[in-house]
């Protein structure tokens, strides 16, 4: 695994990368998860407009190894979706932390406390093996 965690990102248990701005989020997989996962293959993403509660399953990452769900961090609404990923899944595999997955409008900035900053994102993967 690269040890290139960006310090201006956040970071979900779900090895999921997350950019803020306002209230607006950009998410994408980190490159542990891309690690993790093999070469991907596919990914499932939703349309845009629909609704998200945290949590709840939003879309798929398969890869030749697994199949991982994508989980919404924080509550809010689908505004954009990367459209390149349908021919390119493995945008994520070359460049993890400059492909990202769908844009959210986030309902309350207040789940961002939920979030790891880089620094506890480095040490959660130490552990996570």
């Excluded at 609704?51 to 709840?56: Q, V």
């Excluded at 945008?91 to 844009?103: A, S």
Aim: proline share 4%; glycine share 6%; charged share 20%.
């Amino acid at each position: 695994m690269s040890n290139k965690i960006p310090e201006n990102l956040k970071y979900t248990q779900d090895h999921d990368w997350i950019s803020i701005d306002g209230n607006i989020i950009t998410l994408g997989i980190t490159d542990f998860a891309q690690a993790a996962l093999g070469d991907i293959v596919f990914i499932e993403l939703p349309e845009v407009g629909r609704s998200l509660a945290r949590g709840d399953t939003f879309g798929v990452v398969e890869s030749v190894k697994t199949v991982a769900d994508i989980h919404a961090p924080m509550s809010g609404k689908i505004i954009e979706v990367n459209n390149d990923l349908d021919g390119q899944p493995d945008l994520c595999n070359k460049n993890p932390y400059g492909t990202w997955l769908v844009k959210i409008q986030v309902a309350s900035t207040n789940d961002l406390k939920n979030l790891m900053d880089a620094n506890k994102y480095t040490e959660f993967c130490a552990n996570a093996h």
